[in-house]
Protein backbone atom coordinates (compact mmCIF):
# COMPACT_ATOMS: atom_id res chain seq x y z
CA UNK A 1 0.00 0.00 0.00
CA UNK A 2 1.50 2.90 -1.12
CA UNK A 3 0.95 5.73 1.69
CA UNK A 4 -0.75 8.70 0.83
CA UNK A 5 -0.78 12.21 2.05
CA UNK A 6 -4.17 14.43 1.57
CA UNK A 7 -3.05 18.18 1.60
CA UNK A 8 -5.58 21.10 3.01
CA UNK A 9 -4.66 24.87 1.24
CA UNK A 10 -6.79 27.48 3.03
CA UNK A 11 -9.98 25.09 1.96
CA UNK A 12 -13.72 26.71 2.44
CA UNK A 13 -17.07 24.60 1.80
CA UNK A 14 -20.19 25.86 2.41
CA UNK A 15 -24.05 25.01 2.18
CA UNK A 16 -25.35 28.19 0.64
CA UNK A 17 -22.54 30.45 0.86
CA UNK A 18 -22.76 29.49 5.08
CA UNK A 19 -19.27 28.35 5.43
CA UNK A 20 -18.78 24.84 7.15
CA UNK A 21 -15.51 24.17 6.30
CA UNK A 22 -13.72 27.83 6.63
CA UNK A 23 -10.26 28.38 6.27
CA UNK A 24 -8.58 24.84 7.03
CA UNK A 25 -5.68 24.66 6.12
CA UNK A 26 -3.01 21.13 7.32
CA UNK A 27 -2.36 17.50 6.03
CA UNK A 28 -2.88 14.54 6.91
CA UNK A 29 0.32 12.73 6.84
CA UNK A 30 0.54 9.40 4.80
CA UNK A 31 -0.33 6.58 6.77
CA UNK A 32 -1.89 8.38 10.01
CA UNK A 33 -5.11 7.67 11.87
CA UNK A 34 -6.84 10.99 12.75
CA UNK A 35 -10.20 11.77 14.15
CA UNK A 36 -12.32 14.39 13.76
CA UNK A 37 -14.12 16.05 16.45
CA UNK A 38 -16.42 18.57 17.40
CA UNK A 39 -19.83 19.87 18.01
CA UNK A 40 -22.82 18.88 15.92
CA UNK A 41 -23.12 21.49 12.30
CA UNK A 42 -19.46 21.62 13.25
CA UNK A 43 -18.81 20.81 9.45
CA UNK A 44 -17.45 17.42 9.69
CA UNK A 45 -19.27 15.71 7.56
CA UNK A 46 -19.03 18.28 4.89
CA UNK A 47 -15.04 17.85 5.66
CA UNK A 48 -15.24 14.33 4.88
CA UNK A 49 -17.29 14.98 1.82
CA UNK A 50 -15.15 17.05 0.12
CA UNK A 51 -12.30 14.97 0.74
CA UNK A 52 -14.47 12.66 -1.25
CA UNK A 53 -14.62 15.10 -4.09
CA UNK A 54 -18.77 14.77 -3.45
CA UNK A 55 -18.86 18.66 -2.41
CA UNK A 56 -17.40 21.29 -4.33
CA UNK A 57 -15.00 23.74 -2.51
CA UNK A 58 -15.75 27.13 -2.37
CA UNK A 59 -12.41 28.45 -1.84
CA UNK A 60 -9.20 26.64 -1.42
CA UNK A 61 -8.05 23.51 -2.76
CA UNK A 62 -7.59 19.68 -1.91
CA UNK A 63 -4.80 18.02 -2.88
CA UNK A 64 -3.72 14.21 -3.13
CA UNK A 65 -7.35 12.91 -2.22
CA UNK A 66 -8.30 12.76 -6.34
CA UNK A 67 -9.26 8.81 -6.65
CA UNK A 68 -7.48 7.75 -3.86
CA UNK A 69 -10.55 7.83 -1.60
CA UNK A 70 -13.00 5.19 -0.09
CA UNK A 71 -15.85 7.35 1.88
CA UNK A 72 -18.47 5.64 4.24
CA UNK A 73 -21.28 7.94 4.60
CA UNK A 74 -23.05 8.60 7.98
CA UNK A 75 -25.72 6.56 9.19
CA UNK A 76 -26.62 6.13 5.21
CA UNK A 77 -30.54 6.55 4.51
CA UNK A 78 -30.31 3.72 1.97
CA UNK A 79 -32.94 1.13 1.28
CA UNK A 80 -32.48 -1.24 3.18
CA UNK A 81 -35.51 -3.37 2.06
CA UNK A 82 -33.63 -3.15 -1.53
CA UNK A 83 -33.79 -6.57 -3.13
CA UNK A 84 -30.14 -7.16 -3.43
CA UNK A 85 -28.08 -10.20 -2.09
CA UNK A 86 -25.20 -8.89 0.64
CA UNK A 87 -22.70 -10.09 -2.16
CA UNK A 88 -23.92 -7.78 -4.57
CA UNK A 89 -23.52 -5.02 -2.27
CA UNK A 90 -20.03 -5.56 -1.38
CA UNK A 91 -19.17 -6.29 -5.08
CA UNK A 92 -20.02 -2.43 -5.67
CA UNK A 93 -16.58 -2.45 -3.80
CA UNK A 94 -14.92 -2.86 -7.13
CA UNK A 95 -16.20 -0.45 -9.01
CA UNK A 96 -13.07 1.10 -9.61
CA UNK A 97 -11.97 -1.87 -11.15
CA UNK A 98 -14.96 -3.30 -13.02
CA UNK A 99 -16.31 -0.20 -14.08
CA UNK A 100 -20.08 -0.70 -15.56
CA UNK A 101 -19.35 -3.58 -18.02
CA UNK A 102 -16.73 -5.70 -17.82
CA UNK A 103 -17.16 -8.94 -15.93
CA UNK A 104 -16.00 -9.26 -12.48
CA UNK A 105 -13.15 -12.10 -12.07
CA UNK A 106 -13.37 -15.11 -10.33
CA UNK A 107 -10.51 -13.72 -7.95
CA UNK A 108 -13.44 -10.64 -7.08
CA UNK A 109 -15.56 -13.23 -5.98
CA UNK A 110 -13.06 -14.77 -3.73
CA UNK A 111 -12.51 -11.05 -2.72
CA UNK A 112 -16.31 -10.67 -1.67
CA UNK A 113 -16.24 -13.54 0.36
CA UNK A 114 -12.62 -13.05 2.33
CA UNK A 115 -14.36 -9.48 3.01
CA UNK A 116 -17.65 -11.32 4.47
CA UNK A 117 -16.17 -13.36 6.11
CA UNK A 118 -13.48 -10.83 7.71
CA UNK A 119 -16.52 -8.09 9.00
CA UNK A 120 -17.91 -11.11 10.70
CA UNK A 121 -20.64 -12.36 7.67
CA UNK A 122 -19.50 -14.90 6.28
CA UNK A 123 -22.02 -17.45 4.68
CA UNK A 124 -24.08 -14.16 4.14
CA UNK A 125 -23.39 -13.77 0.81
CA UNK A 126 -26.76 -15.49 -0.93
CA UNK A 127 -28.93 -13.07 1.87
CA UNK A 128 -31.23 -10.06 1.27
CA UNK A 129 -30.05 -7.18 2.71
CA UNK A 130 -33.23 -6.20 4.30
CA UNK A 131 -32.95 -9.36 6.02
CA UNK A 132 -30.03 -7.84 8.27
CA UNK A 133 -29.91 -5.76 11.34
CA UNK A 134 -28.45 -2.27 11.70
CA UNK A 135 -25.38 -3.31 12.98
CA UNK A 136 -24.74 -6.25 9.90
CA UNK A 137 -25.39 -3.64 7.74
CA UNK A 138 -22.54 -1.29 8.91
CA UNK A 139 -20.67 -4.84 8.82
CA UNK A 140 -21.73 -4.69 5.28
CA UNK A 141 -20.92 -1.49 3.97
CA UNK A 142 -17.60 -2.01 5.53
CA UNK A 143 -16.67 -5.30 3.77
CA UNK A 144 -17.13 -3.01 0.55
CA UNK A 145 -14.73 -0.31 1.69
CA UNK A 146 -12.60 -3.52 2.13
CA UNK A 147 -12.93 -4.20 -1.47
CA UNK A 148 -12.77 -1.02 -2.85
CA UNK A 149 -9.33 -0.91 -1.07
CA UNK A 150 -8.34 2.40 -1.39
CA UNK A 151 -5.44 4.18 -0.20
CA UNK A 152 -7.22 6.91 2.15
CA UNK A 153 -10.01 5.58 3.79
CA UNK A 154 -13.05 8.25 5.54
CA UNK A 155 -15.09 7.41 8.26
CA UNK A 156 -18.19 9.38 9.47
CA UNK A 157 -19.40 8.43 12.31
CA UNK A 158 -18.79 4.80 11.83
CA UNK A 159 -19.65 3.24 15.34
CA UNK A 160 -22.86 5.02 15.68
CA UNK A 161 -25.74 2.90 16.93
CA UNK A 162 -23.93 -0.40 17.27
CA UNK A 163 -23.56 -2.40 19.81
CA UNK A 164 -20.05 -2.94 21.99
CA UNK A 165 -18.94 -6.12 20.08
CA UNK A 166 -20.00 -4.75 16.43
CA UNK A 167 -18.12 -1.46 17.44
CA UNK A 168 -15.35 -3.08 18.87
CA UNK A 169 -14.90 -5.77 15.51
CA UNK A 170 -15.20 -2.78 13.26
CA UNK A 171 -12.43 -0.80 15.53
CA UNK A 172 -10.25 -3.79 14.87
CA UNK A 173 -10.78 -3.62 10.92
CA UNK A 174 -9.87 0.37 11.45
CA UNK A 175 -6.63 -0.53 13.51
CA UNK A 176 -5.72 -2.94 10.83
CA UNK A 177 -6.05 -0.65 8.06
CA UNK A 178 -3.97 2.16 10.11
CA UNK A 179 -1.22 -0.86 10.55
CA UNK A 180 -1.35 -1.34 6.20
CA UNK A 181 -0.32 1.94 6.03
CA UNK A 182 -3.88 3.42 4.99
CA UNK A 183 -4.30 6.73 5.83
CA UNK A 184 -7.65 6.80 8.11
CA UNK A 185 -9.71 9.60 8.71
CA UNK A 186 -13.02 8.64 11.21
CA UNK A 187 -15.48 11.70 12.30
CA UNK A 188 -16.40 10.34 16.00
CA UNK A 189 -18.04 11.94 18.99
CA UNK A 190 -16.44 9.08 21.49
CA UNK A 191 -14.06 11.32 23.56
CA UNK A 192 -12.63 8.01 25.17
CA UNK A 193 -12.71 6.18 22.19
CA UNK A 194 -10.63 8.73 20.72
CA UNK A 195 -7.88 9.05 23.44
CA UNK A 196 -7.18 5.32 23.39
CA UNK A 197 -7.45 4.58 19.89
CA UNK A 198 -6.37 7.69 17.40
CA UNK A 199 -2.97 9.28 17.51
CA UNK A 200 -4.08 12.24 15.62
CA UNK A 201 -6.79 14.96 16.57
CA UNK A 202 -8.41 17.82 13.88
CA UNK A 203 -11.06 19.63 16.20
CA UNK A 204 -13.45 22.00 13.88
CA UNK A 205 -16.12 24.01 14.73
CA UNK A 206 -16.76 25.69 11.40
CA UNK A 207 -13.45 27.16 11.88
CA UNK A 208 -10.03 25.05 13.24
CA UNK A 209 -9.57 24.82 16.59
CA UNK A 210 -6.83 22.82 17.15
CA UNK A 211 -5.01 19.83 15.30
CA UNK A 212 -2.66 17.40 16.20
CA UNK A 213 -1.16 14.63 18.27
CA UNK A 214 -4.89 14.03 20.30
CA UNK A 215 -3.59 15.11 23.74
CA UNK A 216 -2.48 18.18 22.65
CA UNK A 217 -5.73 18.95 21.01
CA UNK A 218 -8.70 17.74 23.26
CA UNK A 219 -7.92 19.98 26.45
CA UNK A 220 -10.48 22.12 28.16
CA UNK A 221 -9.61 25.36 26.33
CA UNK A 222 -10.21 23.76 23.12
CA UNK A 223 -13.23 21.93 23.72
CA UNK A 224 -15.05 25.14 25.45
CA UNK A 225 -13.49 26.98 22.42
CA UNK A 226 -15.02 24.73 19.91
CA UNK A 227 -18.52 24.82 21.81
CA UNK A 228 -18.37 28.67 21.88
CA UNK A 229 -17.70 29.14 17.73
CA UNK A 230 -20.20 26.49 17.48
CA UNK A 231 -23.18 28.15 19.33
CA UNK A 232 -22.72 31.70 17.47
CA UNK A 233 -24.83 31.98 14.58
CA UNK A 234 -24.35 35.26 13.05
CA UNK A 235 -27.56 35.99 11.16
CA UNK A 236 -26.75 38.88 9.11
CA UNK A 237 -22.85 37.70 7.89
CA UNK A 238 -21.09 39.74 5.70
CA UNK A 239 -19.45 38.12 2.75
CA UNK A 240 -16.01 37.04 4.31
CA UNK A 241 -13.18 38.90 3.69
CA UNK A 242 -10.38 36.60 4.60
CA UNK B 1 -48.33 -9.13 -30.49
CA UNK B 2 -47.00 -5.43 -29.88
CA UNK B 3 -48.49 -5.68 -26.61
CA UNK B 4 -46.18 -8.33 -25.84
CA UNK B 5 -43.26 -7.14 -27.03
CA UNK B 6 -44.02 -3.84 -24.56
CA UNK B 7 -45.02 -6.66 -21.61
CA UNK B 8 -41.59 -8.01 -22.00
CA UNK B 9 -39.96 -4.26 -22.34
CA UNK B 10 -41.97 -2.16 -19.51
CA UNK B 11 -42.19 -3.70 -16.84
CA UNK B 12 -38.51 -4.41 -15.78
CA UNK B 13 -38.01 -0.15 -16.50
CA UNK B 14 -41.42 -0.11 -13.80
CA UNK B 15 -39.23 -2.01 -11.11
CA UNK B 16 -36.05 0.28 -11.22
CA UNK B 17 -38.69 3.12 -10.85
CA UNK B 18 -40.65 1.85 -7.95
CA UNK B 19 -36.85 1.46 -6.13
CA UNK B 20 -36.13 4.67 -6.68
CA UNK B 21 -39.31 5.76 -5.65
CA UNK B 22 -39.97 7.14 -8.69
CA UNK B 23 -43.61 5.82 -8.99
CA UNK B 24 -45.09 8.52 -9.99
CA UNK B 25 -42.49 9.79 -12.34
CA UNK B 26 -43.81 7.24 -15.11
CA UNK B 27 -47.03 8.65 -14.36
CA UNK B 28 -45.67 11.98 -14.73
CA UNK B 29 -43.79 10.95 -18.12
CA UNK B 30 -46.95 9.75 -19.81
CA UNK B 31 -48.93 12.94 -19.37
CA UNK B 32 -45.98 14.59 -20.24
CA UNK B 33 -46.35 13.12 -23.38
CA UNK B 34 -49.46 13.93 -24.26
CA UNK B 35 -48.77 17.68 -25.33
CA UNK B 36 -45.90 16.41 -27.70
CA UNK B 37 -48.78 13.42 -29.17
CA UNK B 38 -51.21 16.25 -29.64
CA UNK B 39 -49.05 19.17 -30.70
CA UNK B 40 -48.14 16.10 -34.03
CA UNK B 41 -51.60 15.64 -34.55
CA UNK B 42 -52.64 19.43 -34.36
CA UNK B 43 -49.63 19.73 -37.40
CA UNK B 44 -50.15 16.29 -39.08
CA UNK B 45 -53.21 14.83 -38.20
CA UNK B 46 -53.57 11.24 -37.32
CA UNK B 47 -49.82 10.51 -38.39
CA UNK B 48 -47.75 8.35 -36.32
CA UNK B 49 -44.56 9.95 -36.97
CA UNK B 50 -45.44 12.93 -36.31
CA UNK B 51 -47.61 12.18 -33.09
CA UNK B 52 -44.67 9.75 -32.00
CA UNK B 53 -41.86 12.95 -33.17
CA UNK B 54 -43.82 15.02 -30.89
CA UNK B 55 -44.53 12.84 -27.65
CA UNK B 56 -41.16 11.97 -27.86
CA UNK B 57 -39.87 14.98 -27.61
CA UNK B 58 -42.30 16.49 -25.26
CA UNK B 59 -41.65 13.54 -23.01
CA UNK B 60 -37.53 13.85 -22.71
CA UNK B 61 -38.41 17.65 -22.09
CA UNK B 62 -40.57 16.90 -19.12
CA UNK B 63 -38.54 13.94 -17.83
CA UNK B 64 -35.16 16.84 -18.09
CA UNK B 65 -37.98 19.33 -16.51
CA UNK B 66 -38.69 17.75 -13.64
CA UNK B 67 -35.24 16.76 -12.86
CA UNK B 68 -33.99 20.39 -13.47
CA UNK B 69 -36.84 21.84 -12.05
CA UNK B 70 -36.91 20.16 -8.59
CA UNK B 71 -33.16 20.70 -8.30
CA UNK B 72 -33.41 24.50 -9.01
CA UNK B 73 -36.47 25.08 -6.44
CA UNK B 74 -34.51 22.33 -3.37
CA UNK B 75 -36.28 19.37 -3.18
CA UNK B 76 -39.69 18.90 -3.29
CA UNK B 77 -39.34 16.58 -6.32
CA UNK B 78 -42.86 15.09 -6.09
CA UNK B 79 -45.09 18.79 -6.02
CA UNK B 80 -43.05 20.04 -8.75
CA UNK B 81 -44.33 16.67 -10.85
CA UNK B 82 -47.87 17.07 -9.71
CA UNK B 83 -47.52 20.84 -10.72
CA UNK B 84 -46.07 19.89 -14.49
CA UNK B 85 -48.60 16.66 -15.21
CA UNK B 86 -51.89 19.04 -14.46
CA UNK B 87 -50.44 21.45 -16.82
CA UNK B 88 -49.20 19.30 -19.40
CA UNK B 89 -52.78 17.09 -19.33
CA UNK B 90 -55.05 20.56 -19.80
CA UNK B 91 -52.74 21.54 -22.68
CA UNK B 92 -53.00 18.11 -23.94
CA UNK B 93 -56.58 17.92 -23.56
CA UNK B 94 -57.26 21.50 -24.79
CA UNK B 95 -54.63 21.09 -27.93
CA UNK B 96 -56.07 18.20 -28.99
CA UNK B 97 -59.67 19.40 -28.64
CA UNK B 98 -58.97 22.47 -30.85
CA UNK B 99 -59.05 20.21 -33.99
CA UNK B 100 -60.32 16.67 -33.29
CA UNK B 101 -63.70 15.62 -31.67
CA UNK B 102 -64.26 13.05 -28.53
CA UNK B 103 -63.21 10.03 -30.28
CA UNK B 104 -59.80 10.90 -31.57
CA UNK B 105 -59.18 12.58 -27.90
CA UNK B 106 -60.37 9.30 -26.35
CA UNK B 107 -58.26 7.26 -28.49
CA UNK B 108 -55.21 9.17 -27.89
CA UNK B 109 -56.32 9.18 -24.01
CA UNK B 110 -57.01 5.39 -24.08
CA UNK B 111 -56.14 3.52 -27.01
CA UNK B 112 -57.34 1.49 -29.67
CA UNK B 113 -55.65 -1.55 -30.85
CA UNK B 114 -57.54 -1.37 -34.36
CA UNK B 115 -55.47 2.04 -34.51
CA UNK B 116 -52.49 0.31 -34.44
CA UNK B 117 -50.85 -0.79 -37.90
CA UNK B 118 -47.89 -1.91 -39.37
CA UNK B 119 -46.12 1.51 -37.88
CA UNK B 120 -46.71 1.32 -34.79
CA UNK B 121 -46.06 -2.33 -34.30
CA UNK B 122 -42.53 -1.81 -35.58
CA UNK B 123 -42.09 1.19 -33.07
CA UNK B 124 -43.21 -1.25 -30.40
CA UNK B 125 -40.83 -3.71 -31.33
CA UNK B 126 -38.39 -1.36 -32.32
CA UNK B 127 -38.50 0.28 -28.32
CA UNK B 128 -38.67 -3.27 -26.54
CA UNK B 129 -35.75 -4.17 -28.10
CA UNK B 130 -33.83 -0.94 -27.91
CA UNK B 131 -34.78 -1.28 -23.91
CA UNK B 132 -33.85 -5.05 -23.32
CA UNK B 133 -30.36 -4.21 -24.69
CA UNK B 134 -30.57 -0.92 -22.92
CA UNK B 135 -31.03 -2.45 -19.65
CA UNK B 136 -28.73 -5.70 -19.94
CA UNK B 137 -25.99 -2.61 -20.90
CA UNK B 138 -26.92 -0.56 -18.17
CA UNK B 139 -27.81 -2.90 -15.51
CA UNK B 140 -25.21 -3.13 -13.21
CA UNK B 141 -24.84 1.09 -12.62
CA UNK B 142 -28.57 1.52 -13.13
CA UNK B 143 -29.17 -1.03 -10.01
CA UNK B 144 -26.12 0.88 -8.06
CA UNK B 145 -27.54 4.20 -8.63
CA UNK B 146 -31.02 3.20 -7.51
CA UNK B 147 -29.29 1.84 -4.24
CA UNK B 148 -26.30 3.90 -3.07
CA UNK B 149 -26.54 7.19 -5.28
CA UNK B 150 -24.19 8.64 -2.85
CA UNK B 151 -21.45 5.88 -3.51
CA UNK B 152 -21.98 5.54 -7.58
CA UNK B 153 -21.00 9.70 -7.28
CA UNK B 154 -18.34 8.39 -4.56
CA UNK B 155 -16.90 6.14 -7.46
CA UNK B 156 -17.40 8.17 -10.25
CA UNK B 157 -19.86 6.10 -11.94
CA UNK B 158 -21.94 8.51 -13.63
CA UNK B 159 -25.36 7.55 -12.08
CA UNK B 160 -27.12 10.90 -13.40
CA UNK B 161 -26.06 10.07 -16.94
CA UNK B 162 -26.94 6.45 -16.57
CA UNK B 163 -30.65 7.67 -15.35
CA UNK B 164 -31.14 10.04 -17.80
CA UNK B 165 -30.79 7.74 -20.26
CA UNK B 166 -33.24 5.13 -17.91
CA UNK B 167 -35.80 7.88 -18.25
CA UNK B 168 -35.58 8.24 -22.35
CA UNK B 169 -36.28 4.45 -22.34
CA UNK B 170 -39.05 4.85 -20.09
CA UNK B 171 -40.15 7.55 -22.37
CA UNK B 172 -39.61 5.48 -25.68
CA UNK B 173 -41.68 2.56 -24.31
CA UNK B 174 -44.96 4.79 -22.78
CA UNK B 175 -44.92 6.30 -26.59
CA UNK B 176 -44.61 2.97 -28.21
CA UNK B 177 -47.32 2.20 -26.24
CA UNK B 178 -49.82 4.96 -26.50
CA UNK B 179 -50.91 3.63 -29.90
CA UNK B 180 -52.59 1.03 -28.38
CA UNK B 181 -53.24 1.77 -24.62
CA UNK B 182 -53.43 5.36 -24.60
CA UNK B 183 -51.30 7.85 -22.85
CA UNK B 184 -52.94 7.98 -19.89
CA UNK B 185 -53.11 3.96 -19.87
CA UNK B 186 -49.73 3.09 -20.98
CA UNK B 187 -48.14 3.21 -17.64
CA UNK B 188 -50.44 0.76 -16.39
CA UNK B 189 -48.61 -2.06 -18.12
CA UNK B 190 -45.22 -0.35 -16.84
CA UNK B 191 -46.03 -0.05 -13.26
CA UNK B 192 -48.89 -2.45 -11.97
CA UNK B 193 -46.64 -5.34 -12.84
CA UNK B 194 -43.96 -3.94 -11.42
CA UNK B 195 -45.74 -3.60 -8.06
CA UNK B 196 -47.49 -6.41 -8.26
CA UNK B 197 -43.93 -8.44 -8.79
CA UNK B 198 -42.31 -7.03 -5.54
CA UNK B 199 -44.98 -9.71 -3.63
CA UNK B 200 -43.44 -12.87 -5.40
CA UNK B 201 -39.62 -12.72 -4.88
CA UNK B 202 -37.21 -11.06 -2.72
CA UNK B 203 -34.47 -10.68 -5.77
CA UNK B 204 -34.02 -8.38 -8.42
CA UNK B 205 -33.95 -10.98 -11.03
CA UNK B 206 -37.31 -13.18 -9.69
CA UNK B 207 -38.47 -9.96 -9.15
CA UNK B 208 -38.06 -8.99 -12.81
CA UNK B 209 -38.94 -12.28 -14.23
CA UNK B 210 -42.50 -11.77 -12.12
CA UNK B 211 -43.13 -8.72 -13.76
CA UNK B 212 -42.75 -9.58 -16.81
CA UNK B 213 -45.06 -12.77 -16.80
CA UNK B 214 -48.23 -10.65 -14.93
CA UNK B 215 -47.52 -8.50 -17.74
CA UNK B 216 -47.94 -10.52 -20.53
CA UNK B 217 -50.73 -12.35 -18.85
CA UNK B 218 -53.10 -9.05 -18.52
CA UNK B 219 -51.66 -7.34 -22.27
CA UNK B 220 -53.29 -11.35 -23.05
CA UNK B 221 -56.69 -11.06 -21.06
CA UNK B 222 -56.76 -7.54 -21.27
CA UNK B 223 -57.37 -7.65 -25.50
CA UNK B 224 -59.54 -10.65 -25.42
CA UNK B 225 -61.71 -8.74 -23.09
CA UNK B 226 -61.49 -5.56 -25.11
CA UNK B 227 -62.41 -7.78 -27.98
CA UNK B 228 -65.35 -9.49 -26.73
CA UNK B 229 -66.64 -6.75 -24.10
CA UNK B 230 -66.27 -3.99 -27.02
CA UNK B 231 -64.54 -1.97 -24.26
CA UNK B 232 -61.19 0.35 -25.11
CA UNK B 233 -57.69 -1.51 -25.17
CA UNK B 234 -56.06 0.57 -22.48
CA UNK B 235 -58.73 0.18 -19.47
CA UNK B 236 -59.21 -3.56 -20.33
CA UNK B 237 -55.20 -4.41 -19.74
CA UNK B 238 -54.61 -2.17 -17.12
CA UNK B 239 -57.56 -3.71 -15.38
CA UNK B 240 -56.21 -7.17 -15.80
CA UNK B 241 -53.21 -5.91 -14.49
CA UNK B 242 -54.55 -4.40 -11.69
CA UNK B 243 -56.31 -7.51 -11.50
CA UNK B 244 -53.13 -9.69 -11.25
CA UNK B 245 -51.74 -6.92 -8.66
CA UNK B 246 -54.99 -7.53 -6.37
CA UNK B 247 -54.09 -10.98 -6.81
CA UNK B 248 -50.47 -10.67 -5.65
CA UNK B 249 -51.33 -8.48 -2.84
CA UNK B 250 -53.92 -11.03 -1.39
CA UNK B 251 -51.47 -14.18 -2.17
CA UNK B 252 -48.16 -13.24 -2.67
CA UNK B 253 -45.43 -15.42 -0.94
CA UNK B 254 -43.47 -12.30 -0.46
CA UNK B 255 -45.67 -9.69 2.14
CA UNK B 256 -48.58 -10.91 0.90
CA UNK B 257 -51.93 -10.41 2.78
CA UNK B 258 -53.17 -14.50 2.71
CA UNK B 259 -49.42 -14.88 4.14
CA UNK B 260 -50.13 -12.55 6.81
CA UNK B 261 -53.51 -14.01 7.77
CA UNK B 262 -51.95 -17.65 7.79
CA UNK B 263 -49.60 -16.58 10.51
CA UNK B 264 -46.99 -19.68 10.53
CA UNK B 265 -45.41 -20.53 13.61
CA UNK B 266 -42.43 -18.60 13.82
CA UNK B 267 -39.10 -20.60 13.39
CA UNK B 268 -36.93 -22.01 15.98
CA UNK B 269 -34.24 -19.91 15.12
Redesign the interface.
Known amino acids: MSPAEIRLADLTVSHQRRPAVHHLSGRFAPGSLTAVVGPNGAGKSTLLRALAGLHRPDAGRIEGAAGQVALLPQGTALDRAFPLACRDVVLFGLWAETGAFRVIPRAGLDRAEAALEAVGLGGFARRPVGSLSAGQFQRLLFARLLLQDAPVILLDEPFNALDARTAAELLALVKRWHGEGRTVVAVLHDLDLVRRDFPETLLIARDPIAWGPTGEVLTAPNRLRARMMAEAWAEQAEACAA | MGCLALSVAAPPLGLFLM?R?MSLTADVLAHGILPGVAAGFLLAGLSLPAMAAGGLVAGLLVALGAGALSRATGGREDASLAALYLVALAAGVAMVSLRGGAVELTNLLFGSVLGVDDGALLLMAGAATLTLAGLA??W??L??E???P??A???G?RGAL?HLGFLALVVLNLLAAFQALGTLMAVGLMMLPAIAARHW????G??TYAAVGIAALASFGGLLLSFHADLPAGPAVVLCAGLGWAVSVLLGPVDGLAARLLRRRHLSG
Do not use: E, H, I, Y
Open positions: LRLARPVLCFDGFQAVAWSRTLGM
